[in-house]
Nanobody
Framework: QVQLVESGGGLVQAGGSLRLSCAAS????????IGWFRQAPGKEREFVAS????????YYLDSVKGRFTISRDNAKNTVYLQMNSLKVEDTAVYSCAVTSGYYSDTRPTNFAAWGQGTQVTVSS
């Protein structure tokens, strides 16, 4: 069973950068695709980015393409989300989750083992 812990959130000004980490326990980490999601107050959970188990395939929400980069280091059981050119509308709690299904199936119901989330706040 995989357990996930996110870190790296914080307060940053618009235009700034943050790198989120999603650390996983479990010996079969590379078998799972990982997704990052976010949820702003009063809004539904939203897919942000995902990466296949090997790391060779990625998928992004249109509004973050060119600004966010998802990557993984299977030797460290960690997935990263590098966020550049942050906007106020990126403010949310960011969570990671695993799927044994297809990495580009972005429905939250396709994912499990959600972490507790990390707060990202972008100020104007």
């Amino acid at each position: 069973q995989v357990q996930l812990v996110e870190s790296g959130g914080g307060l940053v000004q618009a235009g700034g950068s943050l790198r989120l980490s999603c650390a996983a326990s479990g010996r079969t980490f590379s078998s799972y695709a990982i997704g990052w999601f976010r949820q702003a107050p009063g809004k539904e959970r939203e897919f942000v980015a995902s990466i296949s188990g090997s790391g060779g395939n990625t998928y992004y929400l249109d509004s973050v393409k060119g600004r966010f980069t998802i990557s993984r280091d299977n030797a460290k059981n960690t997935v990263y989300l590098q966020m550049n050119s942050l906007k106020v509308e990126d403010t949310a709690v960011y969570s990671c989750a695993v799927t044994s299904g297809y990495y580009s199936d972005t429905r939250p119901t396709n994912f499990a083992a959600w972490g507790q989330g990390t707060q990202v706040t972008v100020s104007s």
